[in-house]
């Protein structure tokens, strides 16, 4: 990626970034979410992969994550301010082993391996 493009994106250096990264972080302060959260392992099956690789308590909080942001839309609430002030929803916890199981899938298609898994969007 060009340096002109990564100057663009990056929400130190461009004010429209640093504006967009706010309104992100509010709407996931306000049902408790993170960023990582986002992902769809129906969607990408590498997502899948990862998440199976993480342990399993911080799957779990993923999960209870979403739950609780699917139950306050539904009631059309939103956390309480205390606990919104709480939130981190820029810290990752699935990015790194998503990088390592795309490096993985790349270096086995390299080698001209099979796949571990077919890729098919539902």
């Not at 990626?1 to 972080?25: C, E, G, T, V």
């Not at 392992?41 to 993923?62: F, G, M």
């Not at 699917?70 to 810290?91: G, N, V």
């Amino acid at each position: 990626m060009s340096s002109f493009l990564k100057s663009f994106i990056d929400p130190r250096k461009n004010w429209l970034a640093k504006q967009h990264m706010k309104a992100i972080s509010t709407r996931l302060r306000r049902y408790g979410l993170r960023y990582d959260d986002l992902y769809d392992p129906y969607y990408d099956l590498d997502i899948k992969e990862a998440l199976n690789r993480l342990p399993r308590e911080i799957v779990d909080a993923r999960h209870q994550r979403l739950k609780r942001a699917m139950d306050l839309s539904m009631k059309h609430e939103y956390l309480p301010e205390d606990l919104q002030a709480m939130q981190t929803p820029f810290r990752g916890y699935l990015q790194e082993m998503l990088t390592f199981v795309k490096k993985e899938n790349a270096e086995r298609e390299a080698l001209g391996a099979l796949p571990l898994y077919e890729r098919s969007i539902p």
